[in-house]
């Protein structure tokens, strides 16, 4: 079955407005032009669960967290705690959010639903080791069950999504 029909066995995301899942999959295609996987709404070792995580191959990992609105990142002030869980962290919005209200020591992308651009770099804090090896089990993890999930839809696996 081609890659695209198995995207069609996709449950839909309720979890977003139509605008943050536009702008995660302009990032999704931004990263993996420069050579990230990326995984969506990835439960992190400390119970938090991330809107983009990236990992390339050199075992780099950026989390990205969406932001439709202003109103959606004054709202939300746990993106704090990715940190801990990635090499870069950054913000992806649209062109109507204005990117002063994003703090300075994250990096900033802006995205629509066909592509996206890295306004501001991340400044780089690399993973410790251990939480490095717990990061890459949990994408992997999470990743093959959701891979299981649509060659098996009548399986155990719905829970993961």
Not at 32 to 50: D, I, N
Not at 130 to 152: G, I, N, P, W
Request: with cysteine.
């Amino acid at each position: 079955m081609p890659a695209n029909a198995l995207v069609s066995l996709l449950p839909p995301d309720r979890r977003q407005s139509e605008t943050a899942l536009c702008v995660a999959r302009g990032t999704a295609r931004l990263l993996h032009q420069f050579g990230f996987s990326c995984v969506s709404e990835l439960a992190l070792p400390s119970g938090r669960r991330a809107d983009i995580v990236a990992l390339n191959g050199a075992g780099e990992f950026w989390i990205v967290e969406v932001k439709s609105s202003v109103a959606d990142f004054r709202a939300d002030q746990k993106w704090m705690d990715y940190r801990l869980h990635c090499d870069r962290l950054f913000f992806a919005t649209t062109i109507e959010v204005p990117c002063e209200i994003f703090p300075k020591d994250t990096g900033l992308i802006v995205a629509d639903a066909f592509g996206a651009r890295i306004m501001c770099e991340a400044p780089e804090h690399r993973l410790h080791a251990s939480t490095r090896k717990s990061m890459m089990l949990a994408f992997a993890r999470c990743a093959a069950s959701r891979l299981q999930a649509l060659a098996d839809p009548a399986g155990p696996f719905a829970a993961e999504f």
